[in-house]
């Protein structure tokens, strides 16, 4: 069955540096969710969006947008990248019951 | 607003031994329950889910979890652990749809149990 994918897995950035991360839901699945887990952490909630539009907001810096395109999948854009950015990012998605959502892989991201 | 506490961070257990991961959770409306796994350096998978019915819930891998409303508590258990199934596991809350608020679908986690299985 098709899963969540992720893109990238992997990213390395620079201080103050931009990094866009990229969720594919799977078919049929209208609603996204992103997660940020620290280390040693349990995840923690950003954003989630239903139908394109931003359903709900969690603890994300203001230095994070993040939208819903037409096909459903999201990006969560990251500017200004602090050293404790560095994390690793899940995406969520749910089919419109949203009672169960299915993660990714995740993207790992590490600042330097 | 809900909040999730694993009773236990880290639980080491022989194989072939009895587990139970204990999940108590705190909510002013209903909620549904989840536990999911994560294997290291991956992504969280779900292991079960309580939506409404049986308070008894089984989910993949042998493991199976029971809702007790009255101590607000979704402990996990397994009757028999493999060396496979070291990992951690997180139990997480979401409130029921008709429950109201504006946090429909947002999972609050629990700090995780990061089980190991010893030979």
């Known amino acids: 069955a098709a899963g969540v994918i992720q893109s990238p897995r992997h990213l390395i950035k620079e201080k103050r540096e931009t990094a866009t991360l990229k969720c594919y839901p799977i078919p049929r699945h209208d609603t996204v969710y992103w997660y940020q887990q620290g280390p040693g952490q349990d995840p923690q909630f950003l954003i989630s969006?239903?139908?394109?539009?931003?359903?709900d907001k969690g603890s994300i810096p203001d230095r994070f947008s993040a939208q819903q395109f037409s096909d459903y999948h999201s990006e969560l854009n990251m500017s200004s990248l602090e050293l404790g950015d560095s994390a690793l990012y899940f995406c969520?998605?749910?089919?419109?019951?949203?009672?169960?959502?299915?993660f990714g892989p995740g993207t790992r991201l590490l600042v330097l | 607003a809900q909040s999730v506490t694993q009773l236990d961070s880290q639980v080491p257990v022989f194989e072939e031994a009895p587990v139970e991961l204990r999940c108590n959770y705190s909510?002013?409306?209903?909620?549904?329950l989840f536990w999911y796994v994560q294997y290291p350096n991956q992504g969280l998978q779900l292991l079960l889910k309580?939506?409404?019915?049986?308070?008894l819930v089984k989910g993949i891998n042998g493991f199976e979890a029971e809702f007790n409303k009255s101590q607000t508590s979704f402990h996990l258990r397994k009757p028999s652990v493999h060396i496979s199934d070291t990992a951690e596991y997180f139990c997480a809350v979401t409130p029921r749809a008709n429950a109201g608020g504006t946090s429909y679908g947002k999972l609050t986690f629990g700090q995780g149990t990061i089980l190991t299985v010893h030979p």
């Open positions: 969520a998605s749910s089919s419109t019951s949203w009672e169960t959502q299915y």
């Open positions: 309580y939506l409404s019915g049986s308070t």
């Open positions: 909510s002013s409306v209903s909620v549904y």
């Open positions: 969006f239903y139908e394109k539009m931003q359903s």
